[in-house]
């Protein structure tokens, strides 16, 4: 089903290679693993996981700051073929924009705010002159609910969620297709994480833009993503319609990620599925399911081999062998 | 008698530009047994308000308060010496990055034992002995190899458990854990939160948890103090907190958590942001942001009525979700989930 998409990805895989030193031997870090997802415009996939399970990996892959090492990435129609230390074509830059965790850490803090949002049209629309330049990077800090005299401040004059603001009002400049959000709201108090999530459904509306949303607040993803994928130790382990992956999860670490969520309503009293254990060291991977040594369905045909993921429903794929066992658990427990 | 028992507590910080009233008439009273929450925004005071009652701010902060009593000692006519017995044995704390608050030079078993030592007493074998014991009781796998570890070799939820395996080394009555599970993924949050809430269980200490999380707020606390800019706004126990918050900022709050704001198209926000030291406004410090704010609430600092149960600190306290504010009356013609949240500091 190839309507359109913006952006796909066909078994996108990221390894990084380890030195071995002295002490120690050469490793490979299986930082992704075959990723496979598409993108419409207008549409928010999310991407969600503990930390470790390779969410920022994939950002670093899509926004082209990394090559994959192996797999297919298509954005807006044009195959990105990379081979490491190549330069991607400059024009599928400019359509892929990301937006980092920490407010405080992205912005030049020597810059204005203006000076930082006109450097990419400064870069990349030579025939801009000056003034429109300006008059451009005035629109969008308006767009972004930022006054017109904040142009010529600095980002230490503003709050973390002002800053947010700045981010994406900058990574809007070039008028990308699509916004790699890495984690946009949670270095964010409550009361701010609101404001910005609504400006990012107004900016989405208006825009059509197509969001990469990655995040471990489940709350958050719920409420905002179309559609979800759950990854676990660089590895998808469910993918599908967001409302559909959260009334059923089916995956056991999926359940598990969903029951240790924290719900504010004191009334509710709901059995966890408990998760024994640590995410596996990178550097020692498990055999067979990544996920087995912490699984409460694990049997010995879990350690054997690696499941990949399969359709159980007309729109969602799990990798695991258990779905039915876990399916049948998950209700009862409730 | 209380345990804990703090009135009017306020920390000022002298600063370049003067004093600075981080943290201004806070109550809380712990009872044996108690599990109590503090919630709030960052710059809210909630953190700060505890290291008081530890002791453990920097000579730059004055605290003073009415009353500040553990277990019927006074804590602010105790000598550092005294102060110490109380610190880290009967009344202790852990942190939020637990990465770094162990000392990376030493192995978690010296860091443990120099607790106990300090405490406690005891030969060397005891301690060890005692030290096991604790790593043991805090779920970390194979103690007599992991007590030779240094924090480095540990991962943040293990490190955590660690930390708490300090803090309760010494039996404490009071247990204050100042977000002990912000730094750490949700699965390992849940293993935390039950630890803590299971040790509180077993050995009936109480314990004052320090949040900024709704959801962990609701699912381990029974009280909860909620903290906005420095004050102490409203007291109430958990349920009815959620279900008929007092005060406007708890509402708000309430109603921003996105599992909360149902099938509405957009989230309800509150405007602004939280006042920082040089833009306190006059009156009420929430009055910017609150939508049923009057002039009164402009001009007027408000304090707790008498006889009101949660302390709270509005003009015009909200009874059952519906606020007696005269301003109120305009806010549900013009629906407050339809208010522009594109508008920044007032």
Known sequence: MSRDAVLSAVNLTRHYQIKGGPFSRPATVKALNEATFELYPGQTLAVVGESGCGKSTLARVLTMIEPPTSGKLTISGHEVSLKEGQRPPAALRREVQIIFQNPYGSL?????????????LKLNRKEMSAAARREAALEMIAKVGLRPEHADRYPHMFSGGQRQRIAIARALMLNPKILVLDEPVSALDLSIQAQVLNLLADLQEEFGLAYVFISHDLSVVRRIADDVIVMYFGQPVETGPAEEVFTTPRHPYTQALFSAT????????????????????????????????????????????????????????????????????????? | MALLDIEGLSVRFKTSSGLFAAVEGVDINVDRGEVWSIVGESGSGKSVSMLATMGLLPWTAQVTADKMAFDGQDLQQLSSRQRRRIVGGEMSMIFQEPMSSLNPCFTVGTQIDEMIKQHLGGTR????????????????????????????????????????????????????????????????????????????????????????????????????????AGRQVEKQDVKSLFANPRHPYTEALLSALPERAGDQDRLPTIPGVVPGQHDRPSGCLFNPRCRYATEHCREVEPVPAAGDPARTLCHYPLEDGISPSPAAAGVARDNPQSSPHREVRP
Not at chain 1, 293 to 299: E, F, G, I, M, V
Not at chain 2, 141 to 159: E, N, T, V
């Open chain 1, 108 to 120: 030049n803090p020597r810059k204005t705010v203006a000076t930082m949002l006109e450097e990419p």
């Open chain 1, 262 to 334: 924290p719900v504010a309503d004191p009334n509710r009293r709901r059995e966890r599925v408990h998760l024994k254990g640590e995410p596996p060291s990178p550097l020692a991977p498990p055999p067979g399911c990544p996920f087995a040594p912490r699984c409460h369905l694990a049997t010995d045909a879990c350690t054997q081999d690696d499941p990949p993921l399969e359709r159980v429903d007309d729109r969602v794929e799990v990798a695991c062998i258990h779905v039915d066992q876990a399916m049948a658990r998950y209700a009862r427990a409730g």
């Open chain 2, 125 to 228: 074998r005891e301690r060890h002995e005692r030290a096991l014991d604790l790593l043991a009781q805090v779920g970390i796998p194979d103690p007599a190899r992991r007590i030779k570890a240094y924090p480095h070799q540990m991962s943040g939820g293990m490190s955590q458990r660690v930390m708490i395996a300090m803090a309760i080394s010494c039996n404490p009555r009071l247990l204050i854990a100042d977000e002990p599970t912000t730094a750490l993924d949700v699965t390992i949050q849940a293993q935390i939160l039950e630890l803590l809430l299971r040790l509180q269980e077993d050995t009936g200490m109480a314990l004052i948890l320090i949040t900024h999380d709704m959801g962990v707020v609701a699912e381990t606390a029974k009280h909860v103090v909620v903290q906005y």
